[in-house]
């Protein structure tokens, strides 16, 4: 280390405020992180792409400082798919140090690991406060039945009104109007379910049967009608 004449010829002056840094919490516990090998925590984090075409949501399981649990969820770019598929490969095992230096290969896998590691490092994690953390595992307990991503697609416009398209339950079949146009209840495919039940050998059509299902008032309907058609 080089230090400079002027540094070099000043008079020494004890540094006087020399406590610890502020300890973080970390599943169930309090620590003052000194190296990464201290950080560990679930959380998860949002990043989006340059050009806002789509986005991610990261899941980390980290334990003393390696990720051993990735889940990589994407939306809105056919590509981003393909990146999410390479990042599942890159995470685990990488240091939080070592991941947020890594291309991960899209923008917005990018941004959310970067995400990631502020609210883990600051000690903001969802399992800050677990006794032990999380089992590795937990992060597919935020997939959906049949291990699918919760996915939300909705389309409207002004002189036709919405039209739901997916939501948490599944795949949108038919929507339920009241006497005033108003939507009041839908029909879905469980699509994870469905899919499931033909791989295990189910006749397609009594997947489809067991599988389609309704949400709220839908059997009050007035009118239904076929959100991707009408």
């Known amino acids: ?135 590795i595992g937990a992060g597919m307990e935020d997939l959906g039945k049949g291990l699918c991503s919760q996915v939300g697609t909705s389309y409207s416009t002004l002189i036709k009104g919405p039209r739901y398209l997916n939501t948490a339950e599944g795949y949108i079949t038919k929507q339920a109007l009241d006497q005033n146009g108003e939507i009041i209840g839908y029909e879905y495919i469980a699509t994870g379910k469905f899919l499931e039940a033909i791989k295990n050998g189910v006749d397609p059509k009594d997947a489809l049967a067991q599988n389609t299902k309704t949400y709220g008032r839908f059997s009050e309907a007035a009118k239904i009608i076929d959100p991707r058609k009408e």
Not at 5 to 27: F, S, T, W, Y
């Open 1 to 135: 280390m080089n230090i400079s004449k002027h540094v070099n010829d000043m008079c020494p002056v004890a540094l006087g405020a020399r406590h610890q840094n502020a300890p973080i919490p970390e599943e169930g516990k309090w620590v003052h992180a000194k190296e990464i090998s201290d950080i560990s925590g679930l959380t998860h984090g949002v990043g989006g792409c340059a050009p806002q075409q789509g986005a991610c949501k990261l899941t980390l399981n980290v334990k003393n400082g390696i990720i051993e649990e990735a889940l990589v969820e994407t939306i809105g770019c056919s590509g981003m798919t393909h990146s999410a598929a390479m990042a599942s490969e890159i995470l685990p095992g990488k240091t939080l140090l070592e991941a947020v230096n890594t291309d991960l290969v899209c923008d917005a896998i990018n941004v959310a690991m970067r995400e990631l590691f502020l609210q883990i490092i600051y000690g903001r994690t969802q399992s800050a406060f677990s006794d032990q953390g999380l089992e």
